[in-house]
């Protein structure tokens, strides 16, 4: 009742308490009484089980929608589920029925929620959405389905100029290789899922570095390479951790370098001076 009486005072202070009706109570139990047809139900359910822990598993979230998608069909044609980041979006869409869209949104490239917008009357493959936000930009988009993607085949190149490392929705949403065929980028590995390019993409969706020298992945080398002794370590299937490369190579954290460590096409292990240019 208090958090009601609170989200009811919002309503009002925002200028639509008028249109809004606040019930308090179970809304399973409201939307089964319900007579009439709804244009959507939205749901929220808890991601944290008995012991208080975080769950992703749709399964193991209250309600679980597996048990509870009989009654949202009979109210509406269209639900928006939302749930954790951790939940496996293919294993998701093996569960649910009547998925046409799957939107995977991070917030300054951090994933932060998969949404599941259903439509009853659609059975065409859904499209997967992966939108990252920012304050400072732009939201960047990029769409692909499942089945393209299967398709696909993986490029590999050497280190050129540039490299690019995708947003984190497009991470979670596994999009590589169709990410390689709207780009025209190769990757470095199939495994390493950062691309690179000879002539710079700005509007590439994620992170984008331009490459000022490389060596093996050895102390000795790397202090040529960063003689200030720091860096922006990161480590993307080179065999290491972020951590563990950093105290290998000996380099303390910050400056305006990053030091990107990589498995090759070849299978050898390098790492990058880059300086960030998004």
């Known amino acids: 009742p208090e958090l009601a009486s609170v989200a009811k005072s919002n309503f009002h202070t925002l200028g639509i308490g008028e249109r809004i009706e606040v019930v308090v109570g179970d809304g399973l139990s409201w939307l089964e009484s319900y007579k009439g047809d709804l244009d959507l139900v939205y749901i929220d359910p808890a991601r944290r089980d008995a012991r208080n822990l975080k769950v992703s598993a749709i399964e193991d979230c209250e309600p679980n929608f597996l048990d509870t998608s009989d009654l949202v069909r009979e109210k509406t044609n269209h639900y928006l589920l939302k749930m954790s980041p951790g939940l496996d979006i293919d294993r998701a869409l093996e569960q649910v029925s009547g998925v046409h869209e799957v939107h995977v949104v991070s917030v300054v490239d951090e994933c932060r929620e998969l949404l ?12 997967i959405v992966c939108v990252n936000l920012s304050p400072s930009k732009s939201a960047k988009r990029f769409c692909f389905r499942r089945s393209e993607e299967r398709k696909l085949s993986s490029q590999c190149s050497v280190p050129k100029a540039f490299l690019y490392e ?21 990757m470095l ?6 691309y690179t390019s000879d002539t710079l993409l700005e509007d590439f969706p994620g992170r984008i570095f331009q490459v000022e020298g490389g060596c093996p992945i050895n102390e000795k080398a790397s202090k040529n390479l960063f003689p200030e002794g720091r860096a922006n ?20 954290d910050g400056g305006d370098i990053y030091a990107i460590g990589v498995s090759l096409q070849d299978s050898s292990r390098r790492v990058f001076r880059c300086a960030r240019l998004d």
């Open 116 to 127: 599941f917008s259903g439509d009853w009357s659609r059975q065409a493959e859904p499209e």
């Open 166 to 186: 995708p947003n984190a929705s497009i991470m979670k949403a596994g999009a590589f290789k169709t990410l390689t065929k709207q780009f025209g980028l190769p």
């Open 189 to 194: 590995h199939p495994r390493t899922r950062i």
């Open 233 to 252: 370590v990161l480590s993307r299937n080179s065999g290491l951790t972020s951590e563990e490369l950093k105290r290998k190579l000996k380099l303390a």
